[in-house]
């Protein structure tokens, strides 16, 4: 069980914008920690996608966007491709775990 | 830009321990926390725990009894050790700064079996 809940799937047609939540509580995105995404293609090594809750790296495609409120945090996909189709990870830090680094489950999308 | 690249043994027998080196170039050690992360075969991202170069550690609880991480600031490499190592441990190993975000090495399996 992870600290921090995303849903197992989602999918959207090419074009499409969706969405993905990452959930945790006070002692983590609530109290101030930021969330950072990664994407993961089969076979390889995640790839920062969002730090700081909404800043792209160089290089990170603008249909890809981040925000925060409250204990919650999403990652926003606009104009879906097919490369677009991997798993997504939010990460944190957590103060009940003495500052330790914590993940979402991951999410995998499917580009339909 | 710092570069990180995991070294060890890709096979472990039960009951043994895993041990991984993490090589830093391209940047001093002397900054940032330094981790290692899982990922088991088909499943999510798992921290280990992390060192910061005077050698001061956190461990992810659930490990905490059977893990040790390392620090040769002379080297510039970091060090996992897993004691006492099951199948449930098969896992691609990452090493990684992780200050804020995570920034990754390109990950090495390591599989237990006999």
């Known amino acids: 069980q992870s600290v921090l809940t995303q849903p197992p799937s989602v999918s959207g047609a090419p074009g499409q914008r969706v969405t993905i939540s990452c959930t945790g509580s006070?002692?983590?995105?609530?109290?101030?920690?930021?969330v950072h995404w990664y994407q993961q293609l089969p076979g390889t090594a995640p790839k920062l996608l969002i730090y700081?809750?909404?800043n792209r790296p160089s290089g990170v495609p603008d249909r890809f966007s981040g925000s925060k409120s409250g204990t919650s945090a999403s990652l926003a996909i606009t104009g879906l491709q097919a490369e677009d189709e991997a798993d997504y990870y939010c990460?944190?830090?957590?103060?009940?775990?003495?500052?330790?680094?914590?993940f979402g489950g991951g999410t995998k999308l499917t580009v339909l | 830009q710092v570069q990180l690249q995991e070294s060890g043994p890709g096979l472990v027998k039960p009951s043994e321990t895993l041990s991984l080196t993490c090589t830093v170039s391209?940047?001093?050690?002397?900054?940032?926390?330094w981790s290692w992360i899982r990922q088991p075969p088909g499943k999510g991202l798992e921290w280990i725990g992390y060192?910061?170069?005077?050698?001061?550690?956190n461990y992810n609880p659930s490990l905490k009894s059977r893990v040790t991480i390392s620090v040769d600031t002379s080297k510039n490499q970091f060090s996992l050790k897993l004691s006492s190592v099951t199948a449930a441990d098969t896992a691609v190993y990452y090493c990684?700064?992780?200050?804020?975000?995570?920034?990754w090495g390109q990950g090495t399996l390591v599989t237990v079996s006999s």
């Open positions: 990684a700064s992780t200050s804020g975000y995570v920034r």
């Open positions: 391209g940047g001093s050690i002397s900054s940032y926390y």
């Open positions: 700081g809750n909404s």
């Open positions: 990460q944190s830090y957590d103060s009940s775990l003495s500052g330790s680094l914590v």
């Open positions: 060192i910061y170069y005077s050698g001061s550690t």
């Open positions: 006070s002692s983590n995105i609530g109290a101030g920690y930021d």
